[in-house]
T-cell receptor, first 110, second 111 residues
Framework: DAGITQSPRHKVTETGTPVTLRCHQT?????MYWYRQDPGHGLRLIHY???????DKGEVSDGYSVSRSKTEDFLLTLESATSSQTSVYFC?????????FGPGTRLLVL | GDSVTQMEGPVTLSEEAFLTINCTYT??????LFWYVQYPGEGLQLLLK?????DKGSNKGFEATYRKETTSFHLEKGSVQVSDSAVYFC??????????FGAGTTVTVRA
């Protein structure tokens, strides 16, 4: 498996506060992705990156921003957290053939 | 846009039973197709994949065949074990390597 870590693994925050989730990979993969997992929806793409400083929006990008200043790190920021952003967030890396997933971050917005 | 529809669960089986999870897709062009598995408390792991029509992906006793004529990629296993209890996701990859997932099917295998 690709070396993918996510931090924090669990977080509880309050509505209106900014939150940043970090994804770190050691495989030098070009592509990185952020998904959210909610019951009945499977995984939905939030943002993705196809290289350093190259990012684009996914299906559910409203309220989220990302940054990628190094190949190995991909940050997801909730600019002002809302209860609807309570979810499990997964980072993935890879590309054409396979995406490898991190262990997930469980976020609760109160 | 691209989409994946998979059989709703939950599915409960006895050990050694036959498992089928249906998956159909809508896409322009010819996407790659995947099955991912998620064990409790973990991230997703690739189970198998197929990149062109009539390809058969297989792994750990699971199989799925890419059927272009029926736009399907059904997952099958002939004899399930308790350790196969998990959530299974069907997915397709678009030309920009973004994945679209089905809603997931929860499978529970009882001893």
């Amino acid at each position: 498996d690709a070396g993918i870590t996510q931090s924090p693994r669990h977080k509880v925050t309050e509505t209106g506060t900014p939150v940043t989730l970090r994804c770190h990979q050691t495989e030098n993969h070009r592509y990185m992705y952020w998904y959210r997992q909610d019951p009945g929806h499977g995984l939905r793409l939030i943002h993705y990156s196809y290289g350093v400083k190259d990012t684009d929006k996914g299906e559910v990008s409203d309220g989220y921003s990302v940054s990628r200043s190094k190949t190995e790190d991909f940050l997801l920021t909730l600019e002002s957290a809302t209860s609807s952003q309570t979810s499990v967030y997964f980072c993935a890396t890879g590309g054409a053939e396979t995406q490898y997933f991190g262990p997930g971050t469980r976020l609760l917005v109160l | 846009g691209d989409s994946v529809t998979q059989m709703e669960g939950p599915v409960t089986l006895s050990e050694e039973a036959f498992l089928t999870i249906n998956c159909t897709y809508t896409a322009t062009g010819y996407p790659s197709l995947f099955w991912y598995v998620q064990y409790p408390g973990e991230g997703l792991q690739l189970l198998l994949k197929a990149t062109k029509a009539d390809d058969k992906g297989s792994n750990k006793g699971f199989e799925a065949t890419y059927r272009k004529e029926t736009t399907s990629f059904h997952l099958e296993k002939g004899s399930v074990q308790v350790s196969d209890s998990a959530v299974y996701f069907c997915a397709l990859s678009d030309p920009d390597y973004k994945l679209s997932f089905g809603a997931g099917t929860t499978v529970t295998v009882r001893a």
